[in-house]
């Protein structure tokens, strides 16, 4: 394992969200690095990455509903840790149209809910919440938004997260006042793709889908550039964070964690180059939707502050994500979609199995 990962050997860690696509890859990263790893969120979805494993090798895997204030004080009155990774969301852009209450119920009143139990019972030393790119103010500029700039949001999904950044900065100074050793922290990276996903109206997942039962993939948006960027990026970002808050280093409240220049590719140059790396790949059928809701344009990161704070690099450019994807799939079909985990990790840490 590459040497800041063993920060975290025999640490007692609780990932939010682990039975998702993130969390699975984050709960496994943890595991293989020694962590003593405790996860909180709703039950899996049966086709999701956490159910076909079925042990991550994980300490504990707590079913609980964040929006239910009463179960996570409970929750962490029994519990202790050295750090949170907060990722437990509904991240979904078009489900936040059909379901905005709860969308706002989850990301805002179940991050406020977790900040509020865990500073109040001392659960942790540190949080890091995942939020999102599209939590600034788009202003369609072409540069990379700073973590210093407005905050806005116009869809349900956006607007809740950047409400989930103002709960952040309430807790920050609640916690400040309460108990200074408490950090939290936000992290924001914008679309990840990676082996494993299964969410819906995503476009990787259901090419993928596409290519197992040997049919043609309906896309979008196909001239819509957006911000592509394989998981195991910004999931060492947020490792990165942990890490700099174990070593009793102090960070700044928010950071950024997204692709390079390179990565700016169309969504239909994507679909392509993906369909390429699949034999027998049925290809692509565009189909414009006019009805569809708002989604935000491009919305493109800088992350300086990271690079030069914490040493963060994002390693993969768009195609190389793909590959990696596309790489993950053929490997889960040939040995186990474990295996297919464990060797992408060891890879990207350097780690000869
Ligand atoms: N996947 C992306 O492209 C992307 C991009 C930007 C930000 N994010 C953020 O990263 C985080 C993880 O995203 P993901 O793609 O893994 O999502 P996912 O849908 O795969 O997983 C979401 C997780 O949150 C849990 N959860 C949802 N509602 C809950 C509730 N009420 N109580 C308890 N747990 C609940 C689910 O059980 C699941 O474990 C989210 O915060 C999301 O907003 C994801």
Redesign the pocket.
């Known amino acids: 394992m590459s040497n800041f990962l063993k920060d975290y050997a025999g640490k007692k860690i609780l990932i939010?969200?682990?039975?998702?696509?993130?969390?699975s890859w984050l709960s496994r990263i943890l595991v293989l690095a020694g962590a003593q790893v405790y996860g909180?969120?709703?039950k899996?979805d049966a086709n999701?990455l956490f159910s076909i494993i079925d042990n991550l090798g994980m300490k504990e895997s707590a079913i609980?509903?964040?929006?239910d204030r009463g179960e996570v004080e409970n929750y962490f009155k029994t519990h202790n840790f050295d750090g949170i990774f907060h990722?437990?969301?509904?991240?979904?852009v078009r489900r936040s149209y059909k379901e905005p209450i709860e969308t706002f119920e989850?990301n805002v009143m179940?991050t406020a809910h977790i900040l509020n139990a865990v500073v109040n019972n001392n659960s942790a030393a540190w949080i890091v919440v995942?939020?999102?790119?599209k939590v600034y103010r788009n202003v369609e500029k072409l540069e990379g938004y700073s973590e210093g700039e407005a905050l806005g949001g116009k869809d349900p999904y956006s607007a809740s997260?950047a409400a989930t950044e103002m709960v952040v900065s309430a807790w920050q100074t609640i916690a400040a006042g309460l108990d200074p050793r408490i950090t939290i922290s936000s992290a924001r990276?914008?679309?990840?793709i990676g082996g494993g996903?299964n969410?819906q109206d995503?476009l990787i997942p259901d090419l993928i889908r596409g290519f197992h039962s040997n049919s043609k993939t309906v896309i979008r948006n196909p001239e819509s550039i957006r911000p592509w960027q394989h998981v195991l990026d910004p999931l060492n970002g947020y490792l990165y964070m942990g890490s700099a808050l174990m070593a009793g280093r102090t960070i700044s409240p928010a950071y950024n964690f997204g692709p390079g220049d390179e990565s700016k590719l169309t969504v239909k140059e994507m679909a392509d180059y993906a369909c390429r790396q699949w034999e027998g790949a049925k290809g692509i059928d565009i189909a414009i939707d006019k009805t569809a809701v708002h989604e935000s344009e491009l919305l493109w990161l800088s992350s300086h502050l990271a690079t030069v704070e914490l040493g963060w690099s994002n390693r993969f450019e768009a195609l190389e994500a793909i590959r990696w994807t596309t790489d993950w799939e053929k490997a889960a079909m040939k040995t186990s979609p474990l295996e297919a985990l464990d060797m992408q990790i060891d890879s990207f840490y350097g780690v000869s199995r």
Do not use: E, M, Y
């Not at 609980?64 to 929006?67: A, C, E, H, K, P």
């Not at 990276?189 to 990840?192: F, S, Y």
């Open positions: 939010t969200g682990h039975t998702g696509f993130k969390g909180l969120a709703l899996a999701s609980l509903d964040i929006r990722l437990a969301a509904q991240p979904l989850t179940g995942i939020t999102t790119d997260k990276a914008g679309n990840v996903d969410a995503r």
